[in-house]
C-alpha cells in the first residue's frame, strides 16, 4: 500500500516447537526405533535457558549487517528468535513489493545468520538441517500506528522475559521440575514473579541484563559518525538564520544519515524520550 510504513518482521523457524512432520517422525521413532526427528536449533545447540546471550548478539549482528546492506530500513527491533524491519513509508525498493520485500530480508538475513554463526559459536559448527527464517510484511499508516506495533513488540518481550526468568530460577535454581513451576506461575501477576524472584533467590528483575528486559533496537546512529567530523548539532549551531530545506539538501542529508553506522542498543522504545532524541529515526 502506498504511503504506509512497512513492517517485515521475520522469525527463527522451529527454533523450540515442534510442527506436525517433526511429530509424524517422532510417531516413526517410537514404532521403528529409527531417530529422523530434526532436534530443535535451541536443543542442538545447547542455548541457556532462558536467554542465550550469544545467540542474540548473533541475531542483532545479522540485523546490523543488513541494515547496512540496506538503507531502506529505518530501524529494527529485535527479541528471541525475531527481528522486525522498518521500512519508510516513501520507500520506494522493488517499488514496495512485499514479496519482493519479504523474501529478500529473510533469505539475506538468513544468510548472514548462517555465515556469523561461527564467530558467536566458535565450537559449535552448523551442520543440517541449518536454520532458516519466516517473514512476512505488515503496514501501518501513520507513525502512531507503527509505534504502537513497536510498543506491542516490547511489551512481549517484558512479558515473555519475566516469565521465563521466573520459570526457569524455580527450575534451575529452585529445583522444582517444569510441571511445577508452570503451575506456580499460573495467574501470577508482574508483582508476584518479581517477589518470587526476589524473596526465593535474591534476583532483583530490574538488574537483569537490558537486552534480556528491553530486547534490542537497531538504528543508524547520524551523530556518531559523521565522515567531516562535524556532528548534526554543530552544524545546527552554526546555521545563522533558519532556512528552508532545498529538496536536494534534504536528499543529500537522506544519503548522508544511510551511510550513517548501524547500533544495536537495548532502550525503551515505549515511551517518546527515544524517538523524539532522534528525530531522524521516523522523518
Ligand atoms: P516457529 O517456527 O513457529 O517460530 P519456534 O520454536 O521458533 O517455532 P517461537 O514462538 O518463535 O517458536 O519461539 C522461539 C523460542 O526460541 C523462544 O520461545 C525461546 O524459547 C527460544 N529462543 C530464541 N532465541 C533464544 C535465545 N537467544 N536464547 C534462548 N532461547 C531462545
Ligand atoms: P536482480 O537483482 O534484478 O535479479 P541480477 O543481476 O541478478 O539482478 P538477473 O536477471 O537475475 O539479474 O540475471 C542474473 C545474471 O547473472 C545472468 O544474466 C547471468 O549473466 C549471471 N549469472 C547467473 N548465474 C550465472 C552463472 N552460473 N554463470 C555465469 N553467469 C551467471
Ligand atoms: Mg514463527
Ligand atoms: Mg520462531
Ligand atoms: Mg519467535
Ligand atoms: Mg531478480
Ligand atoms: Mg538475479
Known amino acids: 500500500m502506498p504511503n504506509t510504513w512497512i513492517v517485515v518482521r521475520i522469525d527463527g523457524r522451529g527454533f523450540t516447537k515442534y510442527d506436525f512432520l517433526d511429530l509424524l517422525c517422532i510417531l516413526l521413532h517410537i514404532i521403528f526405533c529409527e531417530d529422523l526427528t530434526p532436534p530443535r536449533l535451541c536443543t542442538k545447540y545447547d542455548f541457556a535457558k532462558p536467554n542465550d546471550k550469544k545467540a542474540l548478539d548473533l541475531m542483532n549482528n545479522a540485523a546490523k549487517a543488513i541494515m547496512t546492506e540496506l538503507p531502506d530500513i529505518a530501524v529494527g527491533y529485535g527479541v528471541s528468535d525475531e ?3 522498518v521500512f519508510h513509508k516513501t520507500c520506494t525498493l522493488f517499488d514496495r513489493r512485499a514479496s519482493k520485500l519479504v523474501s529478500t530480508i529473510v533469505s539475506s538475513f538468513t544468510a548472514y545468520y548462517v555465515h556469523l554463526w561461527t564467530s558467536h559459536f566458535p565450537e559449535d559448527p552448523l551442520t543440517p538441517p541449518l536454520p532458516s527464517f519466516d517473514g512476512r510484511a505488515v503496514c501501518y499508516p501513520s507513525v502512531q500506528n507503527l509505534r504502537d506495533y513497536m510498543s506491542w513488540r516490547q511489551v512481549d518481550c517484558h512479558i515473555n ?123
Open 161 to 283: 522475559n519475566l516469565f521465563n526468568t521466573t520459570f526457569w530460577a524455580l527450575v534451575q535454581l529452585g529445583g522444582q521440575d517444569t510441571k511445577e513451576a508452570e503451575k506456580a506461575l499460573a495467574g501470577t501477576f508482574a508483582k508476584d514473579k518479581n517477589e518470587i524472584l526476589f524473596s526465593q533467590f535474591g534476583i532483583n528483575y530490574n538488574n537483569e541484563p537490558e537486552m534480556f528486559k528491553k530486547g534490542s533496537v537497531a538504528y543508524r546512529d547520524y551523530e556518531l559518525v559523521e565522515p567531516g567530523g562535524q556532528n548534526l548539532e554543530k552544524e545546527v549551531d552554526d546555521i545563522a538564520e533558519p532556512v528552508v530545506q532545498s529538496k536536494t539538501q534534504a536528499e543529500k542529508d537522506r544519503k548522508k544519515r544511510g551511510k550513517a553506522m548501524v547500533v544495536v542498543e537495548h532502550l525503551d522504545i515505549i515511551k517518546d524520550d527515544f524517538w523524539e532524541r532522534r528525530p531522524w529515526l521516523l522523518s
Open 83 to 85: 527481528y522486525s524491519f
